[in-house]
C-alpha cells in the first residue's frame, strides 16, 4: 500500500519544519522506528560544499528529530545504478530529496535502480518527501527551459506520482506572479499545485492536507482556490 508523500514549498532541514518532520516521521511509527536517507543531488550542480553543507543540515535535523539518518552520495547517473547506493535507499523507510537544480535530479535518476528503489519505499508504506526541486520532480509534468520559440518554457514529463499535475515551489516568493502564464501554457488536464515557502502538501489515506506556515493554490481547469494550514483538499 502506498505511503505518504510531502511536497515542501521550501525550509528544508529547518527549525521551522521541524513539526512537519515529525508528523511525517510518525508516519513511519516514530523516530524511533525512522531510518531516513537524504537525497542531495539536486545540488551536485552547485558543487561539493553545497552538496555537504545539505548534508550536514539534514543529518543534523533529522538526528535532533531522534532518526537514524545517512545521506547518499548520488550525484551522477552512475552513482544512481551502484549496487551499493541502491542497497542503502533500498533500506530506509523515509526518503527525503532536497532542494537545487531540478532538470538534473530528474535526469539523474530517470530510469535508474536509485529511483526504482526510492519508489519501492514509498509503495510498501513509507514517507517520500520533496523539498522544492525535489517537490517538483514528484509532478507528472516538470517545468524547463524552452529551446524553440514561443514560451520561455516547457513542460517534460516527470514521475508522476502526483498525477496531472505540475508542483511549482517557493509559491509566495514569486512564482505566484508567473502563475496565470504557467496556468494557460499546461498541458491538458495537468493542473498547477503552488506551495508556499515553510509549507508542506501531504498526502494521506483521505486525500492531502496543508502543513506548515501559509498555504497551497491549486489551480485546475480555469479555477484556481487557496487553501491554508490545515485545510485539506483533493488532487
Not at 160 to 177: K, W
Request: with cysteine.
Amino acid at each position: 500500500m502506498p505511503g505518504t508523500l510531502a511536497l515542501v514549498g521550501s525550509g528544508e532541514f529547518l527549525e521551522a519544519m521541524r513539526p512537519v518532520d515529525t508528523m511525517l516521521l510518525d508516519r513511519v511509527g516514530g523516530a524511533a522506528r525512522a531510518r531516513v536517507v537524504v537525497i542531495p543531488t539536486a545540488a551536485a550542480p552547485d558543487g561539493p560544499s553545497v552538496v555537504a553543507r545539505w548534508v550536514a543540515l539534514g543529518t543534523a535535523h533529522f538526528g535532533g528529530l531522534g532518526a537514524a539518518v545517512s545521506a547518499c552520495a548520488l550525484n551522477t547517473r552512475a552513482h544512481a545504478d551502484d549496487p551499493r547506493v541502491i542497497e542503502q535507499i533500498a533500506a530506509a523507510n523515509f526518503v527525503y530529496f532536497s532542494g537545487g537544480k531540478p532538470g538534473w535530479l530528474l535526469s539523474t535518476l530517470l530510469g535508474t535502480g536509485a529511483w526504482a528503489a526510492v519508489r519501492s519505499v514509498y509503495e510498501r508504506g513509507g514517507v517520500l518527501a520533496g523539498c522544492s526541486a525535489g517537490a517538483m520532480i514528484l509532478g507528472s509534468h516538470l517545468i524547463a527551459p524552452r529551446l524553440r520559440l514561443g514560451w520561455p518554457w516547457d513542460f517534460v514529463e516527470a514521475f508522476g506520482l502526483v498525477p496531472s499535475s505540475t508542483i511549482i515551489p517557493h509559491y509566495d516568493a514569486g512564482a505566484a506572479r508567473l502563475a496565470g502564464l504557467l496556468a494557460h501554457s499546461l498541458p491538458a488536464g495537468v493542473a498547477l499545485i503552488g506551495v508556499d515557502e515553510q509549507t508542506a502538501l501531504v498526502s494521506d489515506g483521505g486525500g492531502w492536507q496543508v502543513w506548515g506556515h501559509a498555504g497551497v493554490e491549486l489551480r485546475r481547469a480555469g479555477a484556481r482556490r487557496a487553501y491554508r494550514a490545515g485545510e485539506r483538499l483533493t488532487l
